[in-house]
Each structure stands twice: as structure tokens, then as C-alpha cells.
T-cell receptor
Framework: DAKTTQPNSMESNEEEPVHLPCNHS???????IHWYRQLPSQGPEYVIH?????VNNRMASLAIAEDRKSSTLILHRATLRDAAVYYC?????WGGGADGLTFGKGTHLIIQP | DAGITQSPRYKITETGRQVTLMCHQT?????MFWYRQDLGHGLRLIYY???????DKGEVPDGYVVSRSKTENFPLTLESATRSQTSVYFC????????????FGPGTRLTVL
């Protein structure tokens, strides 16, 4: 599986936007970019995913570089509830989804009040 | 209740004992997964299942057994627990397809003495 690289931790202030970067320089043409997050003492939860175009949903936005070698998860207005570990994960579309997710160490996002 | 549930939430056992962790989902999702999460390793896939009676090994299957006789249940058994299997175990499910999000249960914290 193609590998992702994320900063170990980031800190932001409440009610400010947060940009979480992810590098995936060996991404293949069939890899989707998925983001999950894990709040303290909970299981991971899906945030967003995309292939080539930028994506928006109620939780966040995903900006994908034109060459697809990097992406950025954007939380438009962070709250204390957004403090979590954020994982950037590549999924091969040919896998059919049956082979599970490969989690890295993720980025520990700290939100200051 | 609708969703994905795990039981027990906490379990303490002794080395050599058999332990079964239960996972139940109410969405009739085809795919189900077991992960373990340890400090320093992140989440790692133990076993997965594409449908009833179809299971396959993930990254760290040794010491574990799974079965899936019904779509909604995916129990994980530690046949002879070892201290190295002390971990937090997460079950997940998803509908078919690479794009579909995985839904995670709340986790079972297992301690093997």
C-alpha cells in the first residue's frame, strides 16, 4: 500500500480554521484519499474522502493537490470537540473495500480554548 | 439499538484462558473487520470478512480465530490469551465498495494478566 506522512501533532485555537496536511508522494492513480479521526477513548470515525477534486461535507473539506501527491483536511472552524487524532489513509479502488484500512500514526490535533 | 456494538467493553483475563469478543451490527453490512490498537503501533487489522462464512487474515492474525455464521455477528476469539494480546480491540463494518466508510464500534479494552 502507498504510504502517507503526517505531522505528529498540531495545535490550533478554538473557532479558527485548521489545515491538516498529508503527503502521499507514491499514490497510484486508483488510490482514494480517506480521512478518519479518533476522539479520545472512542473508535475511529470517517471524516471525508476524495479522488482528484476537492470535496466538502458537513464535517470538513478536503483539498487535493493537482499532482495528488499531497492533500489537506480543512476544519473551517475548530471546536474543542474536534480535538482528536486525524488519520490520512489511501485506499485502492481495486480492493473493493474488503481488505481493511491501513492506519499510520496520524496527527494529534490539540485545540486551545 | 441500531449501529455497531461490542461486548464486553472491558475484560480482564489470565494467560492461557480462552476469550471471545463479540461484535454485532444492525445495518446488514457485507464487510466486517477486527482491529487492535496498541500504544506505538496505531490500529492494525487482525481479520476481516467479506460476507457470512468468508473470512481472511489481516496484518496480525496469529493467536486469533474468527467466525461469521450470520451477517450481523463477527466474534473474535483468543484461544489461549497471552499478555501481548493486552490491547484495545475495535470492530468495524462497511457496505461493499472501496468508497464506503467503515463504521467502528466503541472498542473492548482487554487486559491479560
Amino acid at each position: 500500500d502507498a504510504k502517507t506522512t503526517q505531522p505528529n501533532s498540531m495545535e490550533s485555537n478554538e473557532e479558527e480554521p485548521v489545515h491538516l496536511p498529508c503527503n502521499h508522494s507514491t499514490i497510484s492513480g486508483t488510490d482514494y484519499i480517506h480521512w478518519y479521526r479518533q476522539l479520545p477513548s472512542q473508535g475511529p470515525e470517517y471524516v471525508i474522502h476524495g479522488l482528484t477534486s476537492n470535496v466538502n461535507n458537513r464535517m470538513a473539506s478536503l483539498a487535493i493537490a493537482e499532482d495528488r501527491k499531497s492533500s489537506t483536511l480543512i476544519l473551517h472552524r475548530a471546536t474543542l470537540r474536534d480535538a482528536a487524532v486525524y488519520y490520512c489513509i489511501l485506499r485502492d479502488s481495486w480492493g473493493g473495500g474488503a481488505d481493511g484500512l491501513t492506519f499510520g500514526k496520524g496527527t494529534h490535533l490539540i485545540i486551545q480554548p | 439499538d441500531a449501529g455497531i456494538t461490542q461486548s464486553p467493553r472491558y475484560k480482564i483475563t489470565e494467560t492461557g484462558r480462552q476469550v471471545t469478543l463479540m461484535c454485532h451490527q444492525t445495518w446488514s453490512h457485507s464487510y466486517m473487520f477486527w482491529y487492535r490498537q496498541d500504544l506505538g503501533h496505531g490500529l492494525r487489522l487482525i481479520y476481516y470478512s467479506a460476507a457470512a462464512d468468508i473470512t481472511d487474515k489481516g496484518e496480525v492474525p496469529d493467536g486469533y480465530v474468527v467466525s461469521r455464521s450470520k451477517t450481523e455477528n463477527f466474534p473474535l476469539t483468543l484461544e489461549s490469551a497471552t499478555r501481548s494480546q493486552t490491547s484495545v480491540y475495535f470492530c468495524a463494518s462497511s457496505s461493499s465498495g472501496t468508497y464506503n466508510e467503515q463504521f467502528f464500534g466503541p472498542g473492548t479494552r482487554l487486559t491479560v494478566l
